[in-house]
């Protein structure tokens, strides 16, 4: 599974999700993407990142936003 390569740790990034055996934060990956880095612009500014690791930052983000509870406001 792809989320396998994602942790979490207390003592690293404040527990934030990280890329297994890095310190490399999931949310660096997604906001780097977000804004308009390519994977290979990503993988050359952190080498120890591979094409699989932010494939695995994409799936645990589309993970935990697939679990969210939505509250419609009405007004």
Known sequence: ???DRVETNPAV????PIIRGTRIPVEL??????E????AEVMDAYPRLTQDD????LAYAADRIAHETVI???G
């Open 36 to 39: 308009g880095a390519t994977h």
């Open 1 to 3: 599974m792809a989320t």
């Open 13 to 16: 990034a404040l527990g934030k």
């Open 54 to 57: 932010i494939h695995a930052a």
């Open 29 to 34: 990956i997604l906001r780097k993407l977000a």
């Open 72 to 74: 419609p406001h009405v």
